[in-house]
């Protein structure tokens, strides 16, 4: 088990330049994407830049204001607001203080795929999906057994006991 700590006494001053009053702690870094926590105070300021990546920023605490391209939104604890890929972003204070996860995701976005196959439990597209013929398979189940071996575990079918 790793316990990752962040929050009061963890944070160093975060983001692109034009930044001020925000403070954070990356939490998780892989091929996948970046997890940080984002700490802002009174009339702080992400400025608006561009990122090659899709990213969801997640209000944990306060409040304060976000922007994607023109648009401006207040946002509150308990909202997240998508950044895309490529679009101008940014989030500021008035005042208030906000504290935020940001999971920033590999890469722009999957939407490319989404359609391939989308499953969606009841949706009778997957039986429509299925194969008009399907060939008859051979084979039998393994015998049942009566429990473990007394030296332990070892079974060669593959089984469970």
């Known amino acids: 088990m790793e316990i990752r700590r962040f929050g009061p006494g963890h944070r160093r001053p975060e983001g692109p330049?034009?930044?001020?009053?925000?403070?954070?702690?990356?939490?998780?870094?892989?091929?996948?994407?970046?997890?940080?926590?984002?700490?802002?105070?009174?009339?702080?300021?992400?400025?608006?830049?561009?990122?090659?990546?899709?990213?969801?920023?997640?209000?944990?605490?306060?409040?304060?204001w976000v922007q994607v391209g023109e648009e401006r939104a207040r946002v509150g604890h308990g909202e997240a607001v998508l950044w895309p890929a490529g679009e101008p972003h940014g989030a500021y204070t008035d005042g208030t203080e906000m504290r935020a996860i940001v999971v920033e995701f590999s890469g722009a976005d999957d939407a490319w795929a989404r359609d391939v196959l989308e499953v969606v439990p009841g949706d009778p597209i997957l039986l429509r999906a299925a194969p008009a013929h399907v060939d008859r398979a051979e084979g039998s189940l393994a015998e049942p057994h009566a429990g473990p071996p007394a030296e332990g575990y070892d079974n060669p079918s593959g089984e469970p006991w």
Do not use: C, K, M, W
């Open 17 to 64: 330049p034009g930044t001020r009053g925000v403070s954070g702690q990356q939490i998780h870094q892989d091929a996948r994407g970046t997890i940080t926590e984002l700490a802002f105070g009174p009339y702080a300021v992400v400025a608006p830049h561009t990122n090659p990546n899709t990213t969801l920023f997640v209000v944990v605490s306060g409040g304060g």
